[in-house]
Nanobody, 126 residues
Framework: QVQLVESGGGSVQAGGSLRLLCAAS????????MGWFPQAPGKEREGVAA???????SYADSVKGRFTISKDNAKNTLYLQMNSLKPKDTAMYYC????????????????????WGQGTQVTVSS
């Protein structure tokens, strides 16, 4: 049974940093494309960062230079380092996994992801 569990969210002031984690189990972690998809109230879920099975990464323009996605295959864990946070980054952040996708494709097609976590809330105050 595939399971994704996010953690690391919280409340910070603008300019601060947070590190999100997504612990994965139940599938061959290293062979999947994974990403982070925030969803703000009243808005659609969007892709901000994704990483291929081979480690290639893709980012939305809104987070380039501020967010870094990485993974540790030995620990089956996905990370999102978020720096220089802005109030507009406030959202529930979901981790997702999909077999065989390229990172740029998964970023643009969130509904296609096979597996989702329950989300972790990020709140950035001004």
């Amino acid at each position: 049974q595939v399971q994704l569990v996010e953690s690391g969210g919280g409340s910070v002031q603008a300019g601060g940093s947070l590190r999100l984690l997504c612990a994965a189990s139940g599938y061959t972690y290293s062979s999947y494309c994974m990403g982070w998809f925030p969803q703000a109230p009243g808005k659609e879920r969007e892709g901000v960062a994704a990483i291929d099975s081979d480690g290639s990464t893709s980012y939305a323009d809104s987070v380039k230079g501020r967010f870094t996605i990485s993974k540790d295959n030995a620990k089956n864990t996905l990370y999102l380092q978020m720096n220089s946070l802005k109030p507009k980054d406030t959202a529930m952040y979901y981790c997702a996994a999909n077999p065989g996708s390229l990172s740029w494709w998964l970023l643009l097609h969130p509904p296609a992801a096979n597996y989702w976590g329950q989300g972790t809330q990020v709140t950035v105050s001004s």
